[in-house]
């Protein structure tokens, strides 16, 4: 059974810093693209970050603040967010591919986790 497990979201105030990890079992994902996601209250699910063997991509809206990594290793993913803002309060999803190019489109992800809470206060 092929899982995704967030883990690392909380309470934050704005300006400060979270990480985010997600641990894949049940397959290898470390040649497929795998990525962050995140939705607002009210709001569709939008782009955040993905990591490929070719590269990664990250949002304009977080760009200079998140940085997205992965460790094959371990078959994780995480996400640093810096300097986090009051707009950033979501919650996050860890999402993985199984089409080999990289992509910021949430209908190419196969598998999703649960997704973590987000907060960031003013």
């Known amino acids: 059974q092929i899982q995704l497990v967030e883990s690392g979201g909380g309470l934050v105030q704005a300006g400060g810093s979270l990480r985010l990890s997600c641990a894949a079992s049940?397959?290898?994902?470390?040649?497929?693209?795998m990525g962050w996601f995140r939705q607002a209250p009210g709001k569709e699910r939008e782009f955040v970050a993905t990591?490929?063997?070719?590269?990664?991509r990250t949002a304009d809206s977080v760009k200079g603040r998140f940085t997205i990594s992965r460790d094959n290793f371990k078959n994780t993913i995480n996400l640093q967010m810096n300097n986090l803002e009051p707009e950033d309060t979501a919650v996050y999803y860890c999402?993985?591919?199984?089409?080999?190019?990289?992509?910021?489109?949430?209908?190419?992800?196969?598998?999703w986790g649960q997704g973590t809470q987000v907060t960031v206060s003013s």
């Open positions: 999402a993985a591919s199984t089409t080999l190019t990289i992509t910021s489109i949430a209908a190419n992800y196969d598998y």
């Open positions: 049940g397959r290898t994902f470390s040649v497929y693209p």
């Open positions: 990591i490929s063997r070719s590269g990664s």
